[in-house]
């Protein structure tokens, strides 16, 4: 961790929302203060006592209605970092499979003394929902195909770990994979569009449905704040010169749903292996959100090369979570009454 | 609303030199000390200090920074101040007696959160503690070991320092707070 | 306006209201008149004129036939706890309405006589003077393999035949059923709706979908099944020229399209548009709460919500779940436009009320459906304040419009649905008061219906219904009525 100047002139941005459900409502100074309240949570993991007393006393709750270890322990140990205490409820042992309503759950937990709910549910929008009717806040972990805030901050962060002079400005990154039900897909939208990246989408025409006619409502630059990005399914294209590549994970599902031949066919046009990525610059990087299905969007060999940074997405999935549970449990106490966005 | 001064540029140099010769008096010499200044302002008063220290015996003591933003008890300035400034400790706390340096002395309570922090970095033998300004209403049993000036003050009122480094002149103001404001806001220390 | 007396379900002795706007959509004529009402009959039609007529605008107090739903689910028998007979009744009556058809998916479904009897005896216990008719189920237990008791269904008086909630399940059944219920006298209504292509579908597949990562509606999934529904009706006209088809809320441009030209080309098929789908685009999804026509450029094009900034309301709300879903803004003016050229020939407000378990749940889980008759002549209304639709028009929507599309109705209960929506001296007093100049709040409380899971909570609409009167007797009288 590089010595930190005292940084004079620091614009004084403030941190004003109560839940982070999705990206689509953080503006750009929030996300550059996001990335340096992160750069300090990553000095702290490299302390010996990697932990501070910040949300010393507060409750953080996990509620997870998919399952998923490595998130769920991620947001868990970010929490206990910072003093948190740490409850979590993963809907397989807990009485939401007796058909306890996501209001009611959510309630129960709030009774309970839950402060800061971490999410994570199949249906998309669910945790507008909770935000309605808990009095804490809601961070999102996943909600179906829509967003994962978390995710899109992190891959954010690792990408200007990784670029020079952390700008992503006119970079090339290419994400391929199931963008249609991607969350991750979605939320990296946001953020990247946001940071003037040159955003390709990749993936055979079944799994993009849609997105054109998103890319074509953004083309011109119709959304304050965000650039146009590019879909194709051709991923000569969408690699040819790219920074960064990024592959999604295929489901078994989609197969069976009639929107893919079969897995080997989907390897075989789009998986991300070393003549691929050799379209790609010669320092590029490469991300996944994880877990891989190494052998289908990703070669194996690929996935452990020195181009890629899966690994550090990991670790600064922890330091980005302890930004953002930092700073929601700060959030003014006059956002307490703003619409659940 | 006006800004009464009460110490110059000139007064601050001099509280600095003779805090810097209090603190090797304290330690009958150089040796083991490192000064570590509080996020912001105390930082460059610890560079000063060291400077002087250098001129009068001819000793460089290593100068670290600490940022408390994570050992506050209080999260509700987060909003409007999430900005968080750096903590930089190069040399091994082990063994080391820290003077910690800040511009003003209040409650204590910033104080308080710097032991923490420093202790989760190491094990000082001793931690001292350097101010510029003492200005009372203590709310924790803690004493500054070298005080620039004591000021004795209202909690109506704010105690403005400013540093060349920051804020193009040196000079120490004392302010009537606006009854608008919070009172446990920026002033609380 | 003196004071009226009667409790809900009197007969109203004397009734008096002097110097307001009167709609009569069956002379066509429009303006300035008062009305008497005498022991139930509309005893006085005066239209004032010169010095009378003075000060007498369409923007203030209006006298209009009592309104015709043709598309409602009052949820009795078998989920009470949304909605009953009574408490739709009164909805209704508050929504300006005398007359409302009753879709047949309750539990069990009404593919008997028994259950159209239940329904009757609900009606006349509730104490309301709605008049409550009912369509009977094309498929036994609506599920869609075999006709179910049609010949004593239409005995016991439906005025046509639905599995709404569902589309007649397969093209050889609508066949089936568009021959026999011909021969009856009675249309078929069809939800049109192409199950396999909306399997899983939780939002309009558009823009605001792709977006917000919520399951596509293909336009398909109602086009694929207009389409069907034409050609078997074309089809069966050669066995059965009385056969007739009814197409309930179409809601894309792509499918009133083929509307119109079936019609054109002489087709017996009908459409109504809901009025939902006049006013809301899947962008209330995203939490814009623009009417749709504030939500189109000039050149037909929708605005974008992220691009305008009017994301104002909480995403994701589950009182917008509703099937057909909200279409684009586009949809939404070719809805209206069909409304216009006479295309869609009445506005129904498919009033598909739910409880809070079934409502306040995530968004892809929750019932889809909408309480709206209560707000639709507001909405309508909106559209007129917004001169997109002349009011004479809008009341024709929901009276002589309706009464058009039950008009080929033969049966006892046809013809009753069928009657005259005008406002004619000597007959029993079926009619409407509102108030163009006054506005209320659409709340929980306010919402006569068990179901609350309306959009329009919280905001204001136009026209205030004062006094709903139906064949004779108070259906509806505002507590806070005042003297003009």
Redesign the interface.
Known sequence: MTAVAPAAHAPAVGWHHRHLIDVDVVTWPEIELIMRTTDEMKGILARPIRKVPALNGRRVTTLFYEASTRTRVSFETAARNLSADVVSISTATSSVTKGESLVDTVRTLEALGAEILVMRHAVSGAPYLAAEVFGGHVLNGGDGWHAHPTQALLDLYTMRENLPGGDLRGRKVAIVGDILHSRVARSNIWTLTAAGADLWLCGPATLLRGMDRWAAAWSGGAIPGHGRFNVTSDIDAALRDADVVMGLRIQRERMQGGLLPSLREYAARFQLNAERVSLAKPDAIVMHPGPMNEGVEIAPDVAISGRSVITDQVANGVAVRMALLYLLAGAHEAARGEAAR | MTDRQIMTGDEIRRAIVRISHEIVEKQAGTKGLALVGI??RG?PLARRIADAIEEHEGMRLPVG?L?I?????D??????????????L?FDLNGATVVLVDDVLYTGRTIRCAM??LI???RPRAIRLAVLIDRGHRELPIRADHVGKNVPTSREEIVHVHVA??DEVDEVSIARQLPASDASGAGDR | MTATGPMIGETVERFELEKAWLVDPVSGREGPGEIVVTDGILESVVWLEGEEAAGVTDKGVVVAPGLFDLHAHFREPGFEDAETVATGSAAAAHGGFTTVALMPNTSPAVDDPGVVERIRSAARASGSPIEVLAYGAVSAGRAGEQLSAMGELADAGVVGYSDDGAPVKTPKLLRSALLYAGMLGLPIVDHAEDAELTAGAEAHEGYVASVMGLAGWPTAGEVNAVARDLAVLADALGDQPAARLHLTHVSTAAALDLVRRARAAGLPVTCDVTPHHLAFTDEWIAGARRWAWDAIDADGTPRDPWADGVLKAGPYNTSLRVNPPLRTAADAAACLAALLDGTADAVATDHAPHTVVDKEVEFGRAANGISGIETALGILLSLVDAGRLPLARAVAALTTGPAAVAAASTGTAGTSAARPRGLTEGAPADLVVFDRADRWRVTPEALLSRGKNSPLIGREVPGRVLLTIAGGRLAYEDPEAGSD
């Open positions: 996020q912001r930082v920074a940022d933003t994570f050992y506050r008890d999260l509700s300035l987060v909003a409007e101040q999430p900005m968080v400034k750096g903590t930089d190069p923490d922090a989760d970095f190491g480094e920051f």
